[in-house]
């Protein structure tokens, strides 16, 4: 036969062999179409970012230029700031205590001193929108909109901060460079440069001083920032412009959506899985239909590709099914994204990711379907003369393995370029595939164990539905990795969530402190303590905190270290250090090695104890000499031991604890721990010390629990989100395999049915299948979460695991419970088909 | 004239671990254009591995099959295949229809694979033949057993093959439809010159052939032509 009229027969022939089978050739398809929607939305969704990004490039910074220090400016920064001309606009930000004094409520935030004209670029929203200019006017201030709500504070009232009092003017909503979710870390509150109390920017304080710049003339922005970047640094001094803005967000965001990329490329591996699967029994189910055709000399390759076309076909379908559903889901993601967005994200089609999509999804489900049809050449002729010649066993040839090789390959591929970095897209590809041989052993070893260990005292019925997991055509293997999946994913996000609140929870608890005032002056470190236990808490601790950088490391100096390329720094290197001196080791710290010298009094280097994580950083050892300069006076230490801390203490730990009395006279600021038992408690004691001393800072545990909450909150609810992709698939792909082997279902029951079984007994026949099945995979799955959950702890949060079985027995529940319903609705009408009916058909 | 089958010292024998199984031997006749042929014999004789291997449905173990002049032993399976395609028909005891075709689609089955998509004409032709002009758009499971062989027996003739091989093609219906089936079979393979092999068990029908092979054990025991035998003993009786 002419290849033209070959390809055009296999096309006819393909498209007359789906008929009947089309709604369930669609539902095998459709598990891949979430997959697609889940890349198209998401990759659409990045280049509708991207493209935002680069409209609204100088809103991000709202400025041409910046320039920013965590110290007042230099004269020497001052004249390069007059150099530069232009517009300009200064801002100060720091970390304070508000009080509203209506409602007797404090809060720590973040304070920002603006002058007139920054945002140069972009617009600040406020409600009213006219608060946005009139606050600079008076002794106005702009208040997080969430922090009022959440404070009942309304526009109106007082706010004070330092010795300062502002009228809240309106409620801040969106501002530039600050996304939603960077506001719940630390609520901001705008007030007039010129109104800030000085005296929260004393020493000791964090501050930051910027100044934003304007060009109206046509200069070029990157050109006038790259010959002062390196007398800037050397002042400690960062430079910002639209570019490097831009490039910021961009690579941040881009992170972003490709992790979410690649949760739905999960979803689509998992959904082309499903595809070959029903594949794979849909063609056993043609067995005679192929023999017939090679009986009358179609070649093994024309039967091959009669498939592969309805494959094809199949994957169209779903590309494009799944493309529609990605478009129309795309508009959810701004939603659900909102709170890390810099910029508002409008809604357009990206037909790139569009084209991408539905290509990785087509090609994704023709290579997972080829696995199953390349057992098609081994269908014999003979099939058609005999009954029970089954040739399609497949031989795992090496055109099986050259498949799976690409098939692997292309996954891995896939993930390397979709993931933030290759090594995260490779250990994301080992890691899913690990997943899914253990979901796939544990599927196996139930069968076996299953074929050889059955259940023997039992009821029939328990018996025959155990029987139905590893009967010829089964679909168990299908299913647990389905489900299994689907589980794991929910179940590991449930478990890390739970792992770290958990341990903040911990941290807070028994007779732990749990409420800390910082920045104390020296002299105001009485009082406070006064103030504290007049309201009647205890002073658990008293620490003095010594703000210190490295001048030098085993007598090179940094500067030094830093430009010769042959030489590691590190951020131990650059780092500012708070250290604390005092006679003891604290409970959250063990000694590792040396001597840990609480007093020194001698002439020589002060000995000093060093974290063990830093000191590897810096690569000193005991013995080594590091020169710490503390307010521009070079003090010389000597590391006499070193520490193993426990950070994850809720109280202060520090890298460099100095002896008793060494640091007496350097310049320190105080933190003062206590315990409060009740809310009323801790509002009372803050209110007190916020009244008598205002620059003063408290930070309440509780409201850290509940702030990581609505953080974890939203993350938890995009992740959810996405692992609904995966869910969902599952599910399709469960509706799918029970639909596959309905009529081998349905010619059971009729058999068991002739020799007497009631419709109410097969059905608690399949009753106990689901269920078991359901058991199974969700009990794998959440084995596997935990496993995983443990390893997150360990190796990312450093932290111990921390279950809740509750959430877990519920999420095992919700997922019997769904294979049950699906496997049932897949199934009705099985139990009530007559003998007759299901003899005609097989003629 | 010349041989459209030629069958050589054929031998089968399985494998079945270290055990090897023989279940046709040293099997040998040809077949002339026209002919009519029925293998018979008990169940496990050999009947339908003698009728795949004579089609090229299967390799042997030793010996050969000619099929019109082209020696199959070497071929590759997609060339038997091709060889199928131009001069073989098949008629199968469970019909083998196609259950998502129409009755006309699978008639054309054989014709489209050579490359003759548009036979429409030819297939509807054929359908009237057997009877079923009224059934041409009907599905298999739409059709009476008698219906899906006549079917099957129009697909069989649709590339005019030089050869007809037919497995027990009365085996699924009742007798009164076998019997009218068997006189479409052999009113069509008339017609159109094919040679005609089939295997039965129902004696009556291998009696209307003019040659019966009968195998026993995977061997030969007795090649005749019943006609002849009638004729013979009617002769000898007179």
């Given at each position: 036969?002419?290849?033209?009229?070959?390809?055009?027969?296999?096309f006819?022939?393909?498209?007359?062999?789906?008929?009947?089978?089309?709604?369930?050739?669609?539902?095998?398809?459709s598990?891949?179409v979430?997959?697609?929607?889940?890349?198209?939305s998401?990759?659409?969704?990045?280049?509708?970012?991207?493209?935002?990004?680069?409209?609204?490039a100088?809103?991000l910074?709202?400025?041409?230029?910046?320039?920013?220090?965590?110290?007042?400016?230099?004269?020497?920064?001052e004249?390069?700031?007059?150099?530069?001309?232009g517009?300009?606009s200064?801002?100060?930000?720091?970390?304070?205590?508000?009080?509203?004094?209506?409602?007797?409520?404090?809060?720590?935030?973040?304070?920002?001193?603006?002058?007139?004209?920054?945002?140069?670029?972009?617009?600040?929203?406020?409600?009213?929108?006219e608060?946005?200019?009139?606050?600079?006017?008076?002794?106005?201030?702009?208040v997080?909109?969430?922090?009022?709500?959440?404070?009942?504070?309304?526009?109106?009232?007082?706010v004070?901060?330092?010795?300062?009092?502002?009228?809240?003017?309106?409620?801040?909503?969106q501002t530039?460079?600050?996304?939603?979710?960077?506001?719940?870390?630390?609520?901001?509150?705008?007030?007039?440069?010129?109104?800030?109390?000085?005296?929260?920017?004393?020493?000791?304080?964090?501050?930051d001083?910027?100044?934003?710049?304007?060009?109206?003339?046509?200069?070029?922005?990157?050109?006038?920032?790259?010959?002062?970047?390196?007398?800037?640094?050397?002042?400690?001094?960062?430079?910002d412009?639209?570019?490097?803005?831009?490039?910021?967000?961009?690579?941040?965001?881009?992170?972003?959506?490709?992790?979410?990329?690649?949760?739905?490329?999960?979803?689509?591996?998992?959904?082309?899985?499903?595809?070959?699967?029903?594949?794979s029994?849909?063609?056993?189910?043609?067995?005679?239909?192929?023999?017939?055709l090679?009986?009358?000399?179609?070649?093994?390759?024309?039967?091959?590709?009669?498939?592969?076309?309805?494959?094809?076909?199949?994957?169209?379908?779903g590309?494009?099914?799944?493309?529609?559903?990605?478009?129309?889901?795309?508009?959810l993601?701004?939603?659900?994204?909102?709170?890390?967005?810099?910029v508002?994200?409008?809604?357009?089609?990206?037909?790139?990711?569009?084209?991408?999509?539905?290509?990785?999804?087509l090609?994704?489900?023709?290579l997972f379907?080829?696995?199953?049809l390349?057992?098609?050449?081994?269908?014999?002729?003979?099939?058609?003369?005999?009954?029970?010649?089954?040739?399609t066993?497949?031989?795992?040839?090496?055109?099986?393995?050259?498949?799976?090789?690409?098939v692997?390959?292309?996954?891995?591929?896939?993930?390397?370029?979709?993931?933030?970095?290759?090594?995260?897209?490779?250990?994301?590809?080992?890691g899913?595939?690990?997943?899914?041989l253990?979901?796939?052993a544990?599927?196996?070893?139930?069968?076996?164990?299953?074929?050889?260990r059955?259940?023997?005292?039992?009821?029939y019925?328990?018996?025959?539905?155990?029987?139905?997991?590893?009967?010829?055509?089964?679909?168990?293997?299908?299913?647990?990795?389905?489900?299994?999946?689907?589980?794991?994913?929910?179940?590991?996000?449930?478990?890390?969530?739970?792992?770290?609140?958990?341990?903040?929870?911990?941290?807070?608890?028994?007779?732990?402190?749990?409420?800390?005032?910082?920045?104390?002056?020296?002299?105001?470190?009485?009082?406070?303590?006064?103030?504290?236990?007049?309201?009647?808490?205890?002073?658990?601790?008293?620490?003095?905190?010594v703000?210190?950088?490295?001048?030098?490391?085993?007598?090179?100096?940094?500067?030094?270290?830093r430009?010769?390329s042959?030489?590691?720094?590190?951020?131990?290197?650059?780092?500012e250090?708070?250290?604390?001196?005092?006679?003891?080791?604290?409970?959250?710290?063990?000694?590792?090695?040396?001597?840990?010298?609480?007093?020194?009094?001698?002439?020589?280097p002060?000995?000093?104890?060093?974290?063990?994580?830093?000191?590897?950083?810096?690569?000193?050892?005991?013995?080594?000499?590091?020169?710490?300069?503390?307010?521009?006076?070079?003090?010389e230490?000597?590391?006499?031991?070193?520490?193993?801390?426990?950070?994850?203490?809720?109280?202060?730990?520090?890298?460099?604890?100095?002896?008793?009395?060494?640091?007496?006279?350097?310049?320190?600021?105080?933190v003062?721990?206590?315990?409060?038992?009740?809310?009323?408690?801790?509002?009372?004691?803050?209110?007190?010390?916020?009244?008598?001393?205002?620059?003063?800072?408290?930070?309440?545990?509780?409201?850290?629990?509940?702030?990581?909450?609505?953080?974890?909150?939203?993350?938890?609810?995009?992740?959810?989100?996405?692992?609904?992709f995966?869910?969902?698939?599952?599910?399709?792909?469960?509706?799918?395999?029970?639909?596959?082997?309905?009529?081998?279902r349905?010619?059971?029951?009729?058999?068991?049915?002739?020799?007497?079984?009631?419709?109410?007994?097969?059905?608690?026949?399949?009753?106990?299948?689901?269920?078991?099945?359901?058991?199974?995979?969700?009990?794998?799955?959440?084995?596997?979460?935990?496993?995983?959950?443990?390893?997150?702890?360990?190796?990312?949060?450093?932290?111990e695991?921390?279950?809740?079985?509750?959430?877990?027995?519920?999420?095992?529940?919700?997922?019997?419970?769904?294979?049950?319903?699906?496997?049932?609705?897949?199934s009705r009408?099985?139990?009530?088909?007559?003998?007759?009916?299901?003899?005609?058909?097989?003629? | 004239?010349?041989?459209?089958?030629?069958?050589?010292?054929?031998?089968?024998?399985?494998?079945?671990?270290?055990?090897?199984?023989?279940?046709l031997?040293?099997?040998?006749?040809?077949?002339e254009?026209?002919?009519?042929?029925?293998?018979v014999?008990?169940?496990?004789?050999?009947?339908?591995?003698?009728?795949?291997?004579?089609?090229?449905?299967?390799?042997?173990?030793?010996?050969?099959?000619?099929?019109?002049?082209?020696?199959?032993?070497?071929?590759?399976?997609?060339?038997?295949?091709?060889?199928?395609?131009?001069?073989?028909?098949?008629?199968?005891?469970?019909?083998?229809?196609?259950?998502?075709?129409?009755?006309?689609?699978?008639?054309?089955?054989?014709?489209?694979?050579?490359?003759?998509?548009?036979?429409?004409?030819?297939?509807?032709?054929?359908?009237?033949?057997?009877?079923?002009?009224?059934?041409?758009d009907?599905?298999?499971?739409?059709?009476?057993?008698?219906?899906?062989?006549?079917?099957?027996?129009?697909?069989?003739?649709?590339?005019?093959?030089?050869?007809?091989?037919?497995?027990?093609?009365?085996?699924?219906?009742?007798?009164?439809?076998?019997?009218?089936?068997?006189?479409?079979?052999?009113?069509?393979?008339?017609?159109?010159?094919?040679?005609?092999?089939?295997?039965?068990?129902d004696?009556?029908?291998?009696?209307?052939?003019?040659?019966?092979?009968?195998?026993?054990?995977?061997?030969?025991?007795?090649?005749?032509?019943?006609?002849?035998?009638?004729?013979?003993?009617?002769?000898?009786?007179?």
């Amino acid at each position: 036969m002419e290849a033209t009229n070959m390809q055009r027969w296999m096309f006819r022939f393909a498209r007359r062999d789906t008929r009947g089978n089309r709604g369930r050739l669609a539902l095998f398809v459709s598990s891949m179409v979430l997959g697609v929607a889940a890349l198209v939305s998401i990759n659409s969704f990045g280049d509708n970012l991207r493209t935002a990004i680069d409209a609204e490039a100088q809103t991000l910074l709202g400025a041409d230029m910046s320039l920013e220090s965590s110290k007042p400016f230099s004269d020497n920064v001052e004249s390069i700031v007059d150099s530069l001309g232009g517009i300009q606009s200064r801002r100060t930000s720091f970390s304070s205590m508000a009080y509203f004094p209506r409602t007797a409520s404090s809060r720590l935030v973040t304070v920002r001193g603006n002058e007139a004209g920054y945002p140069f670029y972009g617009a600040i929203e406020t409600d009213p929108p006219e608060a946005a200019e009139q606050y600079l006017s008076g002794d106005g201030a702009l208040v997080d909109g969430t922090l009022m709500q959440q404070y009942g504070v309304v526009v109106g009232d007082s706010v004070k901060i330092g010795r300062s009092m502002y009228r809240v003017e309106g409620r801040l909503l969106q501002t530039p460079r600050e996304s939603a979710a960077i506001m719940l870390f630390s609520p901001r509150i705008y007030v007039p440069l010129a109104r800030v109390d000085t005296t929260l920017l004393a020493m000791g304080s964090r501050a930051d001083y910027e100044v934003y710049f304007r060009f109206e003339d046509e200069r070029d922005v990157e050109a006038t920032a790259e010959p002062l970047r390196e007398s800037l640094q050397e002042e400690r001094v960062g430079i910002d412009t639209v570019e490097e803005e831009r490039e910021n967000w961009d690579e941040a965001l881009t992170n972003l959506y490709r992790f979410l990329g690649l949760v739905g490329f999960t979803a689509l591996l998992l959904g082309s899985l499903g595809v070959a699967s029903s594949i794979s029994v849909y063609v056993r189910q043609r067995v005679q239909t192929i023999a017939v055709l090679r009986c009358y000399g179609a070649s093994t390759w024309s039967t091959v590709g009669v498939y592969l076309m309805q494959a094809l076909g199949m994957g169209l379908f779903g590309a494009l099914a799944g493309s529609v559903v990605g478009v129309s889901i795309q508009t959810l993601i701004p939603i659900i994204l909102g709170d890390f967005l810099p910029v508002d994200v409008s809604f357009n089609i990206s037909w790139p990711a569009v084209f991408m999509g539905s290509g990785i999804g087509l090609g994704v489900t023709i290579l997972f379907a080829l696995l199953p049809l390349l057992s098609l050449r081994n269908v014999s002729p003979l099939a058609a003369l005999r009954s029970g010649v089954d040739t399609t066993a497949l031989e795992k040839g090496w055109m099986w393995w050259a498949t799976a090789a690409v098939v692997g390959l292309g996954t891995t591929g896939f993930a390397m370029i979709q993931a933030p970095t290759p090594l995260m897209g490779l250990s994301y590809a080992g890691g899913i595939l690990v997943v899914f041989l253990l979901l796939a052993a544990t599927a196996k070893g139930v069968m076996w164990l299953l074929v050889r260990r059955p259940p023997i005292r039992t009821s029939y019925t328990i018996k025959q539905g155990i029987a139905n997991l590893h009967r010829p055509n089964n679909q168990t293997l299908m299913m647990v990795l389905a489900l299994g999946l689907g589980t794991f994913l929910v179940t590991t996000m449930l478990i890390s969530e739970q792992t770290l609140l958990g341990q903040i929870t911990v941290a807070g608890a028994e007779e732990r402190p749990n409420l800390i005032f910082f920045d104390i002056q020296p002299d105001q470190v009485d009082e406070l303590i006064a103030t504290v236990e007049q309201t009647g808490l205890p002073v658990m601790e008293d620490v003095p905190i010594v703000t210190m950088r490295i001048q030098s490391v085993k007598g090179l100096s940094v500067d030094e270290m830093r430009a010769d390329s042959t030489v590691r720094t590190s951020w131990a290197h650059r780092r500012e250090y708070r250290s604390t001196y005092r006679d003891r080791l604290t409970d959250s710290e063990t000694l590792l090695e040396g001597e840990f010298v609480g007093a020194h009094s001698g002439s020589g280097p002060i000995p000093v104890s060093v974290e063990v994580g830093v000191a590897s950083e810096l690569e000193v050892m005991i013995g080594d000499q590091i020169v710490f300069d503390i307010q521009g006076i070079p003090v010389e230490t000597e590391v006499a031991s070193l520490r193993e801390v426990d950070w994850r203490r809720m109280q202060t730990n520090f890298f460099v604890v100095f002896p008793d009395g060494t640091l007496d006279n350097a310049p320190a600021t105080h933190v003062v721990m206590t315990r409060a038992d009740s809310e009323e408690a801790s509002a009372l004691v803050q209110g007190a010390v916020i009244r008598s001393q205002p620059n003063v800072s408290s930070i309440d545990i509780s409201l850290v629990l509940s702030v990581f909450d609505a953080i974890f909150s939203r993350i938890g609810f995009v992740a959810r989100f996405m692992a609904l992709f995966s869910i969902s698939t599952g599910l399709i792909v469960l509706a799918g395999a029970v639909l596959i082997s309905r009529f081998q279902r349905i010619e059971e029951s009729v058999l068991l049915k002739t020799l007497g079984a009631s419709r109410k007994t097969v059905l608690r026949i399949m009753s106990v299948e689901y269920l078991v099945l359901g058991l199974v995979s969700s009990a794998t799955g959440v084995l596997l979460s935990v496993i995983a959950g443990w390893c997150i702890a360990r190796f990312v949060f450093a932290t111990e695991l921390i279950l809740a079985p509750g959430a877990i027995l519920t999420i095992m529940g919700v997922v019997i419970g769904l294979t049950l319903i699906i496997g049932h609705f897949n199934s009705r009408g099985v139990y009530d088909r007559s003998a007759l009916e299901v003899l005609r058909s097989e003629t | 004239m010349n041989d459209v089958l030629r069958v050589s010292d054929l031998t089968k024998t399985y494998q079945s671990g270290s055990r090897s199984l023989t279940v046709l031997h040293d099997v040998s006749f040809q077949l002339e254009a026209g002919d009519t042929c029925a293998i018979v014999g008990p169940s496990g004789s050999g009947k339908t591995t003698l009728l795949g291997l004579c089609a090229g449905l299967d390799s042997p173990s030793g010996g050969s099959v000619t099929l019109c002049d082209r020696n199959l032993g070497p071929l590759s399976e997609d060339d038997r295949a091709r060889v199928r395609n131009m001069h073989v028909g098949f008629v199968f005891q469970s019909f083998r229809l196609i259950p998502t075709l129409t009755a006309i689609e699978n008639v054309m089955v054989p014709a489209e694979l050579q490359g003759r998509l548009d036979v429409k004409h030819e297939a509807e032709a054929l359908l009237k033949d057997v009877g079923l002009e009224d059934r041409f758009d009907h599905f298999p499971s739409q059709l009476s057993g008698g219906e899906q062989q006549r079917v099957a027996l129009a697909r069989a003739f649709i590339n005019r093959p030089a050869i007809l091989f037919a497995d027990e093609p009365t085996g699924n219906l009742d007798s009164e439809t076998g019997e009218h089936v068997v006189d479409i079979l052999f009113r069509l393979n008339r017609d159109a010159g094919t040679t005609l092999v089939l295997v039965t068990h129902d004696l009556e029908l291998a009696n209307k052939t003019n040659r019966v092979i009968r195998l026993k054990g995977g061997e030969v025991v007795s090649d005749s032509n019943p006609r002849e035998m009638a004729s013979a003993s009617m002769n000898g009786g007179d």
